[in-house]
């Protein structure tokens, strides 16, 4: 199928499609779409480690291809990088450098900036959105570290906020915007919904997904959290013109070509031929021919915003094309559409512990009968919907084969060891007694706290700025500022500060924006900043900051390494309600304030604050029997957060101790 571009394509000033790749063949589907990038992960390092990934090997050849073409390849390595890993992750990157070059890395940790400048890495740094620049005021700051050359917008973004955020980009920056692929519940970087369920974290692209899965509230069973795919499509032509947005992005690392094919096909005639009526038909076709979930516009209209989680919508992955009829002895479907010989089908959700998944052996007609042959022995039941979720399109796989023997071109290269090592930042020794802070949501806290140390949350709804005892009073930013509260909790931090208040917290570095350089500041990065390896803490201190409240989904031994190793003060979460997400949205199915109950028999409740929805679990962290432990390690700062209970809500008595026992996946 070819494509052509049109003149717009060929401007300086349009946006790139780039797509996704988790694997040799859809690198190569990429390609024979006609994308202008390409964004593959590795073996390790990567926010989607279900995907089958490269070795340097492979990317090696596959990088020659695309730059042969004039295209570019970039690399996340967008992980939470625990101490441990800072040595290897610094030899990957020495290897990817000498032997693969790509254009581009694409990153969450502080660690990767030292990293790269470590090991003279030559491409471009890309804050992937784990990085959670969600407000335009933080460009400003991003802008200070000379590697940054681009910026990955949230999802949660509409237009006008996009257009906000390229009014304030600097000249030397610019923006990716997501234009098609799964949506997640939570913000980026805000998610800690998998690593509660046994370690395996999202910030480390091991979530196995419990926001898909069905939940039940007040007896009524849905999928409150499963959202929708968000499609930009007939709309593209906005984003295309927005300055500064330099790639149009499409999810799906775990997808097939077939997939990454034929969306790169439809966003390169949706952002080329936009005023072809013709063009936008076959595009809308391709998209529905892609085999994603249904889609959604989701906040991208501002006036006509869509939410993604719609419990009356099928949000499986793969095209649905059909349903499990007959008896258990011979169970079929009867498909909505044709079946081509290697058909990749799934029946049931992915979150179904027996879901099994098998290839068509032959053609099957629109309409026709398909029989089931399972090799364990449980058999769905009647009604369980069956999904097309890849397929080998005799048309793709002679595109792909071309490329595939132009790939035999380029030499298969044996990367040598890396011998690089880390500079270890200058540890300096913290002065001072052991703290403890406890952490409230009214300020009436400032009043009634025994405590040595009391912070209290800013929101953007919050009335009034009250100050106590200004040795001990503290103030904690959101973990998420969204472009609507930008100059809300601008106004509310200056207010601090003119009476006279000097002890902040904040939940992304990049609220130090809202500071003064002003040596008498005490800003501490906090526990939603996701630290946890001296690296990213050296950042921090060049950034001003005087202390780090680490992430608290580590394992003791990440715990008890890092103090010795780190060039600030460290604080650790130890008690109270953490939560297991935050969100810009909520199922409208779903109360606030009310338990509901997972397939497990977890608990968790809902409660907005300010323009974002916490879901906390019915237990808390408690790390009080660890206390010992932590202050020999050399913490400085213990913090218990205080979480007021909806009515009819009491917490279950658990350990409470998180991953300190089994560690951080």
């Not at 090696?60 to 996340?76: D, E, F, S």
């Not at 030292?114 to 992937?128: M, P, V, Y």
């Not at 006036?303 to 719609?310: G, H």
Request: aromatic share 10%; charged share 25%.
């Amino acid at each position: 199928m070819e494509i052509k571009k049109s003149h717009a394509a060929d401007s300086p000033s349009c946006p790139e499609i780039l797509a996704p790749a988790g694997g040799k063949k859809a690198f190569l589907a990429a390609l024979a779409a006609g994308a202008d990038a390409v964004y593959c992960g590795l073996k390790s390092f990567s926010a989607r480690m279900a995907a089958e990934n490269f070795s340097i090997e492979e990317l090696g050849r596959l990088t020659q291809l695309a730059h042969n073409q004039g295209k570019k390849v970039y690399i996340p390595i967008n992980t939470m990088i625990k101490s441990d890993e800072l040595n290897p992750a610094g030899r990957l990157l020495d290897q990817l450098n000498r032997w693969v070059k790509p254009d581009a890395l694409i990153v969450q940790d502080l660690a990767m900036i030292s990293l790269a400048r470590q090991t003279g890495f030559k491409g471009e740094i890309h804050l992937s959105t784990l990085a959670n620049i969600t407000f335009s005021a933080a460009l400003e700051l991003v802008r200070k570290f000379p590697e940054i050359k681009r910026v990955v917008l949230p999802r949660e973004l509409s237009i006008d906020e996009i257009k906000m955020a390229a009014d304030a980009c600097p000249d030397e920056l610019s923006l990716e915007v997501f234009i098609h692929g799964a949506l997640c519940y939570a913000v980026s970087g805000r998610c800690y919904w998998s690593s509660y369920m046994g370690g395996k974290s999202g910030l480390r692209g091991r979530c196995v997904q419990p926001c898909r899965r069905v939940y039940t509230q007040n007896m009524r069973k849905n999928r409150f959290f499963s959202c929708q795919d968000l499609w930009i499509d007939v709309l593209t032509k906005i984003v295309v013109n927005v300055p500064k947005v330099s790639s149009l992005k499409i999810e799906g690392r775990k997808k097939g070509a077939h997939y990454v094919y034929y969306t790169v096909s439809a966003y390169r005639l949706l952002r080329d031929h936009y005023d072809d009526p013709k063009a936008k038909k076959t595009a809308l076709a391709f998209l529905d021919y892609a085999l994603g979930r249904k889609g959604t516009h989701y906040n991208f209209l501002p006036q006509r915003p869509q939410n993604p989680v719609d419990v009356n919508v099928q949000t499986g992955s793969g095209l649905m094309i059909g349903r499990v009829k007959g008896d258990r002895a011979k169970p079929y479907i009867v498909p909505r559409e044709a079946l081509l010989a290697n058909d990749m089908m799934r029946v049931g959700y992915e979150d179904d512990a027996w879901h099994t998944t098998f290839r068509v052996s032959k053609y099957v007609p629109k309409r026709g009968h398909l029989v089931l042959k399972f090799v364990n022995s449980r058999k769905p039941q009647n009604g369980t919907p069956v999904f097309l979720i890849d397929r080998r399109d005799p048309e793709l796989e002679k595109e792909m084969r071309v490329l595939e023997n132009q790939l035999d071109n380029h030499a298969l290269m044996r990367p040598g060891e890396s011998a690089f090592k880390i500079i270890p930042p200058h540890r300096n020794t913290p002065k001072g007694l052991l703290r403890e802070m406890q952490v409230h949501r009214s300020m009436q806290a400032f009043k009634h706290n025994t405590l040595d140390q009391v912070g209290v949350w800013l929101a953007s709804d919050t009335p009034r700025i009250v100050v106590g005892d200004r040795r001990r009073s503290w103030y904690w930013l959101p973990p998420v500022i969204w472009p609507e509260d930008q100059e809300k909790i601008r106004s509310l931090v200056n207010k601090a500060l003119k009476k006279g208040c000097k002890n902040f917290v904040l939940n992304s570095p990049w609220q130090r924006v809202f500071f003064p350089k002003d040596k008498s500041l005490n800003l501490w990065a906090g526990p939603f900043c996701n630290i946890s390896n001296e690296l990213a803490i050296e950042q921090l201190a060049g950034m001003h900051f005087k202390g780090v409240i680490v992430s608290p989904e580590q394992g003791k031994i990440d715990y008890a390494g890092l103090p010795a190793k780190s060039p600030l003060p460290l604080g650790i979460v130890v008690t109270g309600n953490w939560p297991l997400c935050v969100s810009r949205i909520i199922a409208d199915d779903l109360k606030t304030a009310q338990l509901f109950n997972s397939p497990k028999g977890e608990q968790a409740w809902v409660r907005q604050y300010g323009s974002d929805y916490w879901i906390f679990p019915n237990w808390q962290v408690n790390l009080t029997p660890k206390i010992d432990v932590l202050k020999k390690a050399g913490y400085k700062m213990l913090v218990h957060l205080s979480e007021p209970l909806p009515k009819n809500v009491k917490l279950k008595k658990r350990p409470g101790l998180w991953n300190w026992e089994i560690g951080l996946k």
